[in-house]
């Protein structure tokens, strides 16, 4: 078969250079941070290692190293249970254990902070019973951030384990009964699915090096909250830039892991019967076994939270404590998340188009560049963004000083414009995968036939691709708008003065503990959360491969 | 003389830096007829049919249509302008409009009434009353590939390329599917030009057959011309169910290990040949001081296949419709009874 596809490359100059743009755009922070590792400061650097730079790099690397642990056992666990075995409440797990997505790191860890710290009730229970020194689970330690944050990141791992082992189907793991070997995970089900498992993995560790929320709920310092706490509470932007830095070189590292065990994962869906067929059936002791267990991950990484939420909601409503301002924190979300929205996903159509109808290699490498975003923490994208806005904002300054003697002030720096910039980064690679895998399900054999009967290009697009893409541009749009919603570090850092997002509410009141206060917006965020998580359960249904979000 | 309604001139088509997908193809294709591309999967076939509908320029050579020059190094028209029906290997049906919207999608700058007119038509021409207002996905195989053919007839195009038009069936469905598709066809009344890897497909539905092979056009014939006198080993291979035997042409006779023929007229003038050997032609018997061994016997259809080889190491094959009384390892003698003599010229290596 010849490539297909490939249709005439006349006028197409303009969609490149549009494409182009776009990556140029996007790649343009990461740059600006790459462009402070180049000049890097030694003094700065002298005085960072001096201080935090060990404690940082130490603690990002151990919370990496549990969470990583924790949350692949869980999720490959979970995923192996629910693909091979059969006990009460199977289906219904199958699909319920992905819905600890929806909680972001940051609103368990302050669920959990107010349930199990010094003064919640856990630990007021265990003293009244036990006596003053009982002991308690506290969550501000290095193994409850460990905990909290695997409770809701082992469904990336979950996800694609599952998805991998639900490609094998029944035939390999028959093949493994038939030569001797009863309970196949180790020398087959998990060799298989290593790649996919790996996947997931990186997904997880991705956002457990960008969380800012979590950590700092439950006094952790990694890089995020250093960043923040240099660049708002020193003011040193200089060193909040090389923090950034290090922070890019781990997420590079995550990123090539990331790279490599997708490059080997290979998804094909066989049409076969499921390997939950090909297993003996468990005992029913140990079937109850394992319905404890779905079903105790599902309470405290999904039930426990949410429940919490809207009982100390419901506790803050009649205590007329819910937050007076809350009409208009979720008006400046949602208008953020659409601003966003509209912005990613024209950038995502440009790149997705671009890429369909000139195809170049150079094209190719453009649309990859501008679909790295997802594995840049939102810190180092706010600090990039920050150096570009406050860059321009000096030249744009001089200029209109030198031309009308007006001294501008900062135009850039602390606009929306500058959030908007720094969610485009971010995620126009969640947009921009959904329209292209909805983009490639259009055959080039649907072009072709409309353009034979007499389809001009213009027609082809509003008659063929518009109808047909409606869904899948729906989809990235709830995508982006509720990552939007959950967005913290990048928010925090570059939202302009006295506007305050459900985001940025959360975390002011949980930083003074007031747990109830918090948990309107918290719940708001978390019900939104859900939006893409049935979406992914359904895409999940219907056997396509899971993307990140 | 009416103008040729396809006519390519010495059209080649590379893609990236392998060999020609198509090489070299001089094709002329008169109004009404109905002519077949056959060759294997990989000849250029399906390139030579994307190139007349325009979805890819030739590097060189020349397409008319209708006498109007529609690609050679200047000119370029888009397929939208081409005027050219095409039914697609995958059928290509647009998943969310109807049949009639399918059908209906083609048919520009007419009035509601006169279309969907044309609409009704088409459906009834293809067997597809009353199914107007289903999706594609709530139709069978067959009617979806029915519906690709009404939406390429359905404008009044006078071509309709189809590629491979019923690969896509069960091998069950095909036999039914391809009378009805050549009736089909033949109503419209338009010039088609089908693509096909299937003989049965080719022989049946074509006036004429250009066989294709690694880019070039081998041979064009009437089907029964290309069955009768092959050009070429490759075509014999394609076209016939045959075998080859090594022989010497000295005169007027041909020489081969199980016996002397009379070389007909037209035969290569070169000593070293191949004698096509059809499967009907040759008998066997058992004859311990045979020139052959019995290798395998297959029963196919009502009779038996029988394979021999001979001492030459040449392999030839006999088809009887009586249970032959051979068994494999069993000598036999051959005899050859050649309804028409039919040499080629020996390939390097054969």
């Known amino acids: ?77 979970l995923a192996w249970l629910v693909s091979a075995h059969r006990f009460p409440g199977r289906s219904f797990f199958e699909w319920a254990l992905v819905l600890p997505m929806a909680v972001p790191a940051y609103v368990i860890a302050f669920v959990f902070a107010g349930l199990f710290g010094y003064t919640g009730p856990v630990a007021t229970y265990l003293r009244a019973a036990f006596g003053p020194d009982a002991f308690f689970p506290d969550v501000r330690t290095y193994p409850g951030v460990v905990v909290v944050m695997s409770l809701v990141l082992y469904p990336y791992v979950y996800l694609l384990a599952r998805a991998g082992f639900a490609s094998l189907g029944a035939a390999p793991f028959e093949a493994a009964r038939s030569l001797g070997s009863r309970h196949p995970f180790w020398r087959v089900g998990f060799p298989l699915a290593r790649p996919a498992i790996a996947t997931g993995l990186a997904l997880a560790l991705m956002e457990t090096l960008a969380d800012f929320g979590a950590v700092s709920v439950l006094g952790y310092r990694t890089f995020t909250t250093a960043i923040y706490r240099v660049w708002f509470g020193m003011f040193d932007r200089v060193a ?51 319905s404890g267990f779905c079903g105790g991950v599902l309470f405290f990484a999904f039930l426990l939270p949410t429940g919490v939420l809207a009982y100390w909601t ?70 990039g963004v920050l150096l570009i806005l406050s860059g321009a904002d000096r030249a744009l300054g001089r200029l209109v000083e030198r031309t009308t003697g007006v001294e501008l002030g900062l135009v850039l720096t602390g606009s929306a414009l500058g959030l908007v910039f720094a969610y485009l980064v971010r995620f126009v690679s969640v947009a921009f995968y959904t329209v292209e895998a909805g983009l490639e399900s259009i055959a080039p054999s649907l072009d072709e036939a409309a353009r034979s009967l007499g389809a001009t290009p213009r027609r082809l697009l509003s008659r063929i691709h518009a109808p047909l893409l409606k869904g899948s541009v729906l989809t990235a749009s709830i995508l982006v708008l509720v990552d939007v919603m959950k967005e913290m570090p990048a928010t925090m850092l570059i939202r302009p003065f006295g506007t305050d997002t459900l985001a940025v509410d959360v975390w002011q009141r949980t930083a003074e503990s007031m747990w109830r206060e918090a948990s309107l917006p918290a719940l708001t965020i978390v019900l939104a959360g859900l939006l893409p998580v049935i979406l992914l359960v359904r895409l999940g249904r219907r056997g396509q491969s899971v993307l990140p979000s | 003389m009416s103008v040729p309604q396809i006519v390519l001139e010495s059209v080649r088509k590379r893609f990236g830096a392998g060999a020609a997908a198509v090489d070299s193809l001089s094709l002329s294709i008169e109004p009404g007829e109905t002519f077949a591309l056959f060759g294997p999967s990989g000849c250029g076939k399906t390139t030579a049919l994307r190139l007349i509908a325009g979805f890819e320029r030739p590097d060189d050579g020349r397409i008319r249509l209708g006498g109007r020059i529609v690609a050679d190094g200047d000119v370029d028209v888009p397929p939208e302008e081409r005027r050219i029906g095409f039914v697609f290997q995958d059928y290509a049906l647009f998943p969310h409009l109807t049949v009639e919207g399918n059908v209906g999608f083609g048919l520009r700058g007419v009035g509601s009434r006169d279309k969907a007119a044309r609409i009704g038509e088409v459906l009834g021409l293809s067997r597809l009353q009353g199914l107007g207002h289903r999706f594609p996905h709530e139709l069978s195989g067959g009617q979806q590939q029915r519906v690709a053919v009404a939406r390429a007839l359905a404008p009044d195009f006078p ?154 190491g040449a392999a030839i094959r006999c088809r009887r419709d009586e249970t032959p009384d051979v068994a494999v390892g069993e000598r036999v003698k051959v005899r050859l009874e050649p309804r028409v003599i039919v040499l080629l010229p020996r390939n390097r290596g054969a």
């Open chain 1, 1 to 77: 078969m010849p490539a297909i596809g490939k249709a005439r490359r006349q006028n197409l100059g303009g969609f490149s250079a549009a494409a182009w743009l776009v990556a140029v755009v996007v790649a343009a922070p990461v740059l600006a941070v790459v462009w402070n590792l180049l000049t890097p400061r030694w003094e700065v650097w002298q005085h960072l290692a001096q201080t935090m730079l060990f404690e940082l790099v130490r603690n990002t690397a151990l919370l990496l190293l549990g969470v990583g642990l924790l949350a692949g056992v869980l999720g490959t666990s």
């Open chain 1, 240 to 290: 909040a830039g090389q923090l950034a830095v290090a922070l890019m070189l781990f997420a590079v590292v995550l990123l090539s892991f990331e790279r490599w065990a997708r490059g080997r994962a290979r998804f094909v869906q066989r049409h076969g019967r499921p390997a939950t067929e090909a297993l003996p059936p468990l005992s029913s002791a140990r079937a109850l076994v394992a």
């Open chain 1, 314 to 383: 419901a506790r803050a409503a009649v205590e007329q404590k819910l937050p007076p301002n809350f009409g208009s924190l979720l008006t400046n979300t949602l208008a953020l998340g659409a601003a966003a929205a509209l912005t990613t996903l024209a950038a995502a159509l440009v790149l997705a188009y671009g890429q369909r109808l000139a195809g170049s290699r150079s094209l190719a490498w453009a649309s990859r560049i501008a679909g790295l975003g997802y594995a840049v923490p939102g810190s180092v994208i706010a600090v």
């Open chain 2, 159 to 312: 071509v309709v390329l189809l590629d491979e038009p019923l690969s896509n069936l069960d091998a069950s469905l095909r036999g039914s599917l391809r009378a009805e598709l050549h009736q089909i066809l033949k109503a419209s009344g338009k010039t088609v030009l089908l693509v096909t890897h299937d003989r049965e497909e080719a022989f049946e539905m074509a006036d004429r057959i250009g066989v294709m092979s690694g880019g070039r056009l081998q041979q064009v014939g009437a089907p029964e011309d290309l069955h009768r006198r092959p050009a070429t080993e490759e075509v014999a291979r394609l076209v016939c169910d045959a075998c080859f035997l090594p022989a010497r042409r000295s005169g007027h006779s041909i020489s081969t290990e199980i016996g002397a023929f009379p070389a007909g007229a037209g035969a290569p003038a070169v000593e070293d040949v191949i004698l096509l050997v059809r499967e009907d032609e040759v008998s066997i018997r058992r004859d311990d001081s045979g020139e052959g061994v019995v290798e395998n016997r297959v029963f196919r259809g009502p009779g038996h296949v029988i394979h021999v080889r001979l001492q030459s």
